[in-house]
C-alpha cells in the first residue's frame, strides 16, 4: 500500500530556528505540493513541482522559506528563521489530478 | 479568481441520517472533481471523484452529484456513522485550493 510518508511528524522549536520538514512521495508520481493548514487559513498551497521542478510557490514566504526536491524520493521544506506565526500542520501530497497526502508535519515555533 | 468554495463551514447530522454536503465552483471548463475527508491528526484522503461528462457516480454510501448548470457538486452519504465525522474538501482535478472544508459532526 503506497503512501506518502513525512517526518518529523512533530516538532517544536524556538522561534529563529531552522525547521527541515522532509517527504517521500509515491514511487512513480511526479507533482509534489507542500501545503499548510491553519484553523484560520484552512488548508493553503506553498509550493508544488513537476519532475523534480519547481512550479509555483508564490504561496511561500520567499524571505524565510524554501522547497527542494533533491531526487524524485525526496521533497524537503526548511523554515530559517522559523517565527511563531508559522505553526502549523504541513502537508506534503503527491500525485496528479488526485493528490495522495501525508500524515503531516505539526509545527510549533515558541 | 477562479475557486473553489464549500457552502456551509459546518454541519451536524444523527447517526443513521442522510448527510449531504454541498460546494460551488467558478470555473466552468473545470471538468474533473474530487471529494476529500479529513479526520483528524490526519491528511486529507481521496473519497471520490467525477468527471464533467457524468452527473452522477456512486461509492460505497457515498454518491457525488454534479450540475454543470448551476456549477454545484454535493456529497452525500448514506446511513451517517461516527466514523464519517470528519473535514470534507471538495476540489477540482490538479486542485491547488482547498480552502477550510465543511466540518461534519455525526450525533450518537
Known amino acids: 500500500d503506497a503512501r506518502v510518508t513525512q517526518t518529523p511528524r512533530d516538532k517544536v522549536t524556538e522561534m529563529g530556528q531552522e525547521v527541515t520538514m522532509r517527504c517521500q512521495p509515491i514511487?512513480?508520481?511526479?507533482?509534489v505540493f507542500w501545503y499548510r493548514q491553519t484553523m484560520m487559513q484552512g488548508l493553503e498551497l506553498l509550493a508544488y513541482?513537476?519532475?523534480?521542478?519547481?512550479?509555483?510557490d508564490s504561496g511561500m514566504p520567499k524571505d524565510r522559506f524554501s522547497a527542494e526536491m533533491p531526487d524524485a524520493t525526496l521533497a524537503t521544506l526548511k523554515i530559517q528563521p522559523s517565527e511563531p506565526r508559522d505553526s502549523a500542520v504541513y502537508f506534503c501530497?503527491?500525485?496528479?489530478?488526485?493528490?495522495?497526502f501525508g500524515p503531516g508535519t505539526r509545527l510549533l515555533v515558541l | 479568481g477562479e475557486s473553489v468554495g464549500l457552502h456551509l463551514p459546518t454541519l451536524s447530522v444523527q447517526e443513521g441520517d442522510n448527510s449531504i454536503i454541498n460546494c460551488a465552483y467558478s470555473?466552468?471548463?473545470?471538468?474533473?472533481f474530487i471529494w476529500y475527508k479529513q479526520e483528524s491528526g490526519k491528511g486529507p484522503q481521496f473519497i471520490i471523484d467525477?468527471?464533467?461528462?457524468?452527473d452522477k457516480r456512486q461509492g460505497q454510501r457515498v454518491t457525488v452529484l454534479l450540475n454543470k448548470t448551476v456549477k454545484h457538486l454535493s456529497l452525500q452519504i448514506a446511513a451517517t456513522q461516527p466514523g464519517d465525522s470528519a473535514v470534507y474538501f471538495c476540489?477540482?482535478?490538479?486542485?491547488?485550493?482547498f480552502g477550510k472544508g465543511t466540518s461534519l459532526l455525526v450525533t450518537p
Open positions: 501530497a503527491s500525485g496528479g489530478e488526485t493528490q495522495y
Open positions: 514511487l512513480g508520481h511526479n507533482t
Open positions: 513541482f513537476r519532475n523534480r521542478a519547481p512550479l509555483d
Open positions: 470555473n466552468s471548463a473545470s471538468d474533473y
Open positions: 467525477i468527471r464533467s461528462n457524468m
Open positions: 476540489a477540482e482535478g490538479y486542485a491547488l485550493n
